[in-house]
C-alpha cells in the first residue's frame, strides 16, 4: 500500500513538474511559451535601461538629474557633441574668464584635471571647493585640495575648482550673496549618488542651498550657471535628447560629462 502510494505521489509531481514547463523541455508549447516569456522579459530590460540612462525628479521646486553613468570626466574645449551615444549627461562645470574665441586652460577657474592631464587656471578667489573623480570614485574638498587633484591626474581622472556650497551635511559660506536671483545649478551627492540639481527657476541663492538640504544633499558644490552658460542636455535613451535652456554662445570652456562606458 505504501509502495502504491509512493509511486501515484511521483507520476503526479511529474506530471506537475511538466505542465509548469520544466523536465525535458520536449513539450513544443511549454518550449515557446518559455521562450516568448524570455524575449519580453528581455525587451522590457532594455527599455528600462534606456529609459533610465539619466532619471529625472522633479520635486520641491527642484530638477534633479542622476545619470546612470560609468566614467565622468571634465571635457575642456568643445563642448561633447550629442551625436556621441557613449555620452549621456554635459553641464557647464568651472568658471570661464574672458569671452575668448580660442581655447586656453588658462582661461579656466582654478587648476583643473581633465582626461587625466593637470592644467593651470587662473587664480578665482571665489572657489571655495574641488570636486575630484577617479577610480570611480569622488570627492568634494574644501579649499585648493592640490593633493587631491594630484592623485586625480596620476589616476587618469578629472577635478576642477567652483564655488563650495555645502559640504558634509552643512551650509558653507561663499562669495555668493544669499540674496542673489538667479536660476541656479549644483553637482551633488545625495544618499551615496552623484547627481546634477539645478533650482525649476529663478530663486533666491539662500533659498535654492535650503532645498538642496532638505532634499538630502550632503555635498554640493556650484556649476557654472546664467546668461549663457546655463546650456546642459542629458540622454533619455539612444533616440532622445532634452536640452536644459537653449545654446548661447561659443564662449563656454568646460563641460562636467557622464558616459554610460
Request: charge should be negative; include cysteine; charged fraction near 20%.
Given at each position: 500500500?505504501k509502495k502504491t502510494l509512493f509511486i501515484g505521489c511521483l ?26 516569456s524570455l524575449s519580453q522579459q528581455n525587451e522590457k530590460k ?200 537653449p545654446w548661447a554662445h561659443d564662449y563656454c570652456t568646460n ?7
Open positions: 500500500m507520476l503526479g509531481a511529474l506530471c506537475a513538474l511538466n505542465a509548469c514547463g520544466g523536465g525535458d523541455g520536449k513539450s513544443g508549447t511549454n518550449q515557446e511559451v518559455t521562450q516568448d532594455d527599455m528600462k535601461t534606456e529609459t533610465e540612462l539619466v532619471q529625472r525628479t522633479d520635486t520641491m521646486g527642484l530638477i534633479v538629474l542622476c545619470p546612470d553613468y560609468k566614467a565622468v570626466d571634465l571635457v575642456c574645449g568643445t563642448m561633447p557633441s550629442q551625436d556621441d551615444s557613449t555620452v549621456i549627461m554635459v553641464a557647464e562645470a568651472a568658471y570661464t574668464g574672458e569671452l575668448l574665441d580660442e581655447f586656453k586652460h588658462s582661461n579656466i577657474a582654478g587648476d583643473h584635471v581633465s582626461g587625466g592631464t593637470l592644467h593651470k587656471g587662473y587664480a578665482c578667489e571665489r572657489n571655495t571647493g574641488v570636486f575630484v573623480y577617479y577610480d570611480g570614485q569622488w570627492k568634494f574638498c574644501r579649499g585648493n585640495a592640490a593633493s587631491q587633484m594630484q592623485l586625480a591626474a596620476q589616476h587618469g581622472g578629472c577635478a576642477f575648482g567652483q564655488e563650495l556650497m555645502i559640504h558634509q551635511g552643512e551650509i558653507m559660506k561663499t562669495g555668493r550673496a544669499d540674496d542673489n536671483v538667479n536660476q541656479f545649478r549644483a553637482l551633488c551627492d545625495c544618499g551615496g549618488k552623484l547627481c546634477i540639481i539645478e533650482s525649476s527657476g529663478s530663486v533666491q541663492f539662500k533659498d535654492f542651498k535650503d532645498a538642496l538640504i532638505r532634499y538630502g544633499v550632503t555635498e554640493a558644490i556650484y556649476l557654472d550657471m546664467g546668461g549663457g552658460w546655463n546650456h546642459a542636455w542629458y540622454r533619455v535613451n539612444n533616440d532622445s535628447i532634452v536640452e536644459l535652456h563641460w562636467i560629462t557622464f558616459y554610460r562606458h
